[in-house]
């Protein structure tokens, strides 16, 4: 093998955020802007159907259409947590779009390094993310309860209407469609969100920036948009995208951050959900709102449980980040590398086959 060849051979050897450059045509300078352009406008029409048709139907509702409340809605609700995680999913179909028009190169290369879903490591990671996941709702709530006992003392009168408010809870029939809606759609959600505004974004960066930590800004970046700026809500949004960037970068893929992105979003919207009007509710919704898509992320975070929420938030950033340090030594201990050395593409795997017209 001549120098040239190894040198080539190198070049192949790339991490996730660098996929993009595996071939000339589909590391041109405009090709980023096309794939996440394309991903954003498919997104915006999808969106669009999915809230007029939502609008025509209730509308045929007898006694008349219940709010929608998309960004402002109650957790408990099924019309609002159904309707906000439907335009979440709408982010799947809008980055397979992104990809393959945008981009014009096969699926796989936006999953891993290896162009496919590695089931493998999906099996591998299970139970870490299950216990990781459940461990970041469990200190936000806890977090929220202790924070919302504080407003009790200083506030009884309120804190004891809301909870008056909340005692009720939703119907039988209620809670079989609000477990049904979150357990179908949030995986779906979360496959969309993690492709289009992690791995979408990581890569169209990768393709001018080398450096992981540059190409990881936009990702943090993208999260501002269409949400509640304010710390209960900005700290675990910009921390899911942080943890849910690295990890892909880490692990060669979005299996991974697929993963824990289901359990975080399944556990915060059912917590949230039969806790509504407690501490322990507000402090997960400020999970929920940082998990959510952009523009659906308004939840119950009234002045009322601002303390909770917050302390919410700042326990369950901690958590957070704390998890995924630790599924990053797992994943180093699992291929002997150390706890920072992206996982590569193998350099003599084949290079994907270009798109056919």
């Known amino acids: ?50 809230l007029v048709g939502t609008v025509l139907i209730l ?12 960004t402002s809605g109650d957790p408990a609700s099924p019309l609002d947590v159904g309707l906000a995680l439907l335009m979440g999913a709408a982010w799947l179909p809008a980055g397979i779009v992104g990809v393959r028009v945008g981009g014009w190169r096969p699926f796989g290369t936006a999953w891993s390094v290896t162009s496919t879903f590695r089931r493998d490591l999906l099996r591998w990671c299970a139970p870490w ?23 009790t003392g200083a506030d009884g009168g309120a804190a004891d209407g809301a909870a008056l408010a909340a005692s009720a809870g939703p119907t039988p029939l209620a809670v079989v469609a ?24 990581l890569q169209a960066a990768g393709t001018w920036l080398r450096a992981p930590v540059a190409a990881l800004l936009p990702v943090l970046a993208v999260v501002l948009i269409g949400r509640d700026l304010t710390p209960a809500v900005l700290l675990p949004a910009l921390t899911a995208a942080l943890c849910s960037g690295v990890l892909a970068w880490r692990s060669g893929g979005l299996e991974l951050p697929i993963a824990l992105s289901t359990v975080l979003t399944i ?12 501490g322990a509710g507000a402090g997960i919704a400020s999970l929920v709102a940082g998990l959510s898509a952009p ?44 706890p920072l050395c992206p996982t590569l593409r193998d350099a003599t795997s084949a290079v994907p086959s270009p798109l056919g017209v």
């Not at 993310?129 to 407003?151: C, H, K, N, R």
């Not at 477990?179 to 979408?200: D, K, N, T, W």
């Open 178 to 201: 609000l477990v049904l809606l979150v357990l179908v759609l949030a995986p779906v959600q979360a496959a969309g969100l993690e492709l289009v505004l992690r791995g979408l974004v």
């Open 295 to 338: 523009g659906t992320s308004g939840t119950a975070l009234d002045a009322a449980g601002s303390s909770a929420a917050l302390a919410g938030a700042v326990a369950g950033t901690i958590a957070l980040l704390l998890v995924t340090v630790g599924l990053m030594v797992l994943l180093g201990r699992r291929e002997g590398t150390g």
């Open 267 to 278: 556990a915060a919207l059912l917590t949230a959900a039969f806790g509504a009007g407690t």
């Open 59 to 70: 509308a045929l509702v007898p006694g008349g259409a219940p709010a929608l409340g998309a």
């Open 129 to 151: 993310v299950l216990g990781g996941g459940l461990l970041v709702v469990a200190a936000a709530a806890v977090a929220g309860a202790l924070a919302g006992s504080v407003d």
């Open 1 to 50: 093998m001549t120098a040239h060849d190894e040198a080539a051979a190198l070049e192949q050897a790339v991490a996730y955020h660098r996929m993009a450059r595996l071939r000339p045509e589909w590391s041109r300078p405009a090709k980023p802007l096309l794939a996440v352009g394309a991903a954003l406008l498919t997104y915006v029409l999808l969106i669009s159907v999915v």
